[in-house]
């Protein structure tokens, strides 16, 4: 259903802020960038700010406060609180009720920023149009009892304008020349810094729902992008978060590029973060191979519609022979967990490279690029 949009359901704070953002992330910053250059004051404070609040937005607001996936001391959920603030994208108490929605109503009517309503609307849309009637805070009790997250909840616009814009200017004026500098702190370290911290979490609501890979579940449209992890310190993984949303990582393979994941690990190593929850491996080997058999299944029923032709034949018996593959593997390793058999780890890096195998060559028939013999 497309979201009505009137006059009367405009959130003119939000849309006069972000607009003031934007614009002067795209006009004044890079007029004050050409005349002056970047400092290096001024580029390693745009560096820490940057990581700072999207960092307090991944580790903190999402997979701290929102999932609950680790616990962490006061340091931790203190800094994550206050650079959390600074990225002007609302308290974490708010932040975390419209996520806690997004999950359980992902692509429905519920979910804050329903993809089905539009890229845009998922986007951005959602922060400029209120919903009417605006959602109770009625799933964030947890979080009500946490003081730390309270004092913020009510003053999160006064940290945010004093630490994420104002101190910027100050350190900008004392360490980067003067006026100069305070411009330069202001434009680069704040304006042009939340405008980039935002948009990079906008994308994940957006492009993370449209475009990438669906290893682990079709159940929703989130899907995978390395590209956005990148972007997101790890939060690109979008398939695998929405199937394993509790997990303290969400590029769960040992090549995924996800620092939250790492920064969450060593401050669990400093004794400052604990109870990091993991999706066992087989659990999310058993995802992979039921969403492969899926894809396989669909693959074969296509051949099976398609007309006469040379390799027709071969590539069903190839499907067919994958898809028993898929089967056995998938029910040998579910009785496996179903028994309580503790498996080796050998057994079960061999598991995940026959399937990993399997993926590949179902890739390769459906693209026509080969028929195995």
Same mark, same amino acid.
């Given at each position: 259903?497309?979201?009505?949009?009137?006059?009367?359901?405009?959130?003119?704070?939000?849309?006069?802020?972000?607009?003031?953002?934007?614009?002067?992330?795209?006009?004044?910053?890079?007029?004050?960038?050409?005349?002056?250059?970047?400092?290096?004051?001024?580029?390693?404070?745009?560096?820490?700010?940057?990581?700072?609040?999207?960092?307090?937005?991944?580790?903190?607001?999402?997979?701290? +406060?929102?999932?609950?996936?680790?616990?962490?001391?006061?340091?931790?959920?203190?800094?994550?609180?206050?650079?959390?603030?600074?990225?002007?994208?609302?308290?974490?108490?708010?932040?975390?009720?419209?996520?806690?929605?997004?999950?359980?109503?992902?692509?429905?009517? #519920?979910?804050?920023?329903?993809?089905?309503?539009?890229?845009?609307?998922?986007?951005?849309?959602?922060?400029?149009?209120?919903?009417?009637?605006?959602?109770?805070?009625?799933?964030?009790?947890?979080?009500?009892?946490?003081?730390?997250?309270?004092?913020?909840?009510?003053?999160?616009?006064?940290?945010?304008?004093?630490?994420?814009?104002?101190?910027?200017?100050?350190?900008?004026? +004392?360490?980067?020349?003067?006026?100069?500098?305070?411009?330069?702190?202001?434009?680069?370290?704040?304006?042009?810094?939340?405008?980039?911290?935002?948009?990079?979490?906008? +994308?994940?609501?957006?492009?993370?729902?449209?475009?990438?890979?669906?290893?682990?579940?079709?159940?929703?449209?989130?899907? #995978?992008?390395?590209?956005?992890?990148?972007?997101?310190?790890?939060?690109?993984?979008?398939?695998?978060?929405?199937?394993?949303?509790?997990?303290?990582?969400?590029?769960?393979?040992?090549?995924?590029?996800?620092?939250?994941?790492?920064?969450?690990?060593?401050?669990?190593?400093?004794?400052?973060?604990?109870?990091?929850?993991?999706?066992?491996?087989?659990?999310?080997?058993?995802?992979?191979?039921?969403?492969?058999?899926?894809?396989?299944?669909?693959?074969?029923?296509?051949?099976?519609?398609?007309?006469?032709?040379?390799?027709? #034949?071969?590539?069903?018996?190839?499907?067919?022979?994958?898809?028993?593959?898929?089967?056995?593997?998938?029910?040998?390793?579910?009785?496996?967990?179903? #028994?309580?058999?503790?498996?080796?780890?050998?057994?079960?890096?061999?598991?995940?490279?026959?399937?990993?195998?399997?993926?590949?060559?179902?890739?390769?028939?459906?693209?026509?690029?080969?028929?195995?013999?």
């Amino acid at each position: 259903m497309k979201s009505r949009i009137s006059l009367e359901r405009v959130d003119w704070i939000n849309t006069i802020f972000l607009g003031i953002i934007t614009l002067l992330a795209l006009t004044a910053a890079p007029v004050f960038l050409i005349k002056n250059g970047m400092p290096a004051f001024l580029g390693g404070m745009f560096a820490f700010y940057c990581i700072a609040t999207g960092m307090s937005i991944t580790l903190g607001y999402h997979r701290l +406060f929102s999932h609950l996936s680790f616990k962490a001391k006061w340091p931790v959920k203190l800094f994550t609180l206050v650079f959390g603030a600074c990225a002007f994208e609302n308290s974490a108490l708010n932040w975390v009720s419209d996520h806690r929605r997004h999950h359980k109503h992902t692509d429905h009517d #519920d979910d804050p920023y329903d993809i089905s309503k539009g890229f845009f609307w998922a986007h951005i849309g959602w922060i400029l149009f209120k919903q009417l009637p605006e959602p109770p805070l009625d799933n964030v009790n947890d979080l009500r009892k946490d003081k730390l997250v309270m004092w913020q909840h009510r003053w999160d616009k006064v940290i945010a304008l004093l630490v994420g814009l104002v101190l910027p200017s100050v350190l900008g004026y +004392f360490f980067a020349g003067g006026a100069t500098g305070a411009l330069g702190g202001f434009l680069i370290a704040g304006v042009l810094r939340v405008f980039c911290v935002q948009q990079c979490t906008f +994308f994940i609501n957006s492009l993370c729902h449209t475009i990438g890979r669906q290893p682990y579940s079709t159940r929703c449209s989130a899907r #995978d992008s390395f590209v956005m992890s990148l972007f997101t310190f790890g939060e690109g993984y979008h398939n695998y978060h929405h199937e394993f949303q509790h997990d303290y990582r969400n590029g769960v393979k040992p090549w995924n590029f996800d620092p939250t994941k790492w920064a969450i690990w060593a401050l669990s190593k400093l004794g400052l973060a604990s109870d990091l929850r993991r999706v066992p491996e087989t659990k999310v080997l058993l995802a992979e191979m039921a969403e492969a058999r899926r894809r396989a299944n669909l693959e074969l029923a296509r051949l099976q519609e398609a007309g006469d032709h040379p390799l027709r #034949d071969k590539a069903l018996e190839a499907m067919n022979a994958l898809i028993e593959r898929l089967s056995t593997n998938y029910h040998d390793l579910e009785k496996a967990m179903a #028994d309580r058999v503790e498996l080796s780890r050998k057994a079960l890096r061999n598991w995940s490279r026959e399937t990993r195998e399997m993926l590949d060559h179902l890739a390769e028939i459906r693209r026509g690029r080969r028929v195995p013999a």
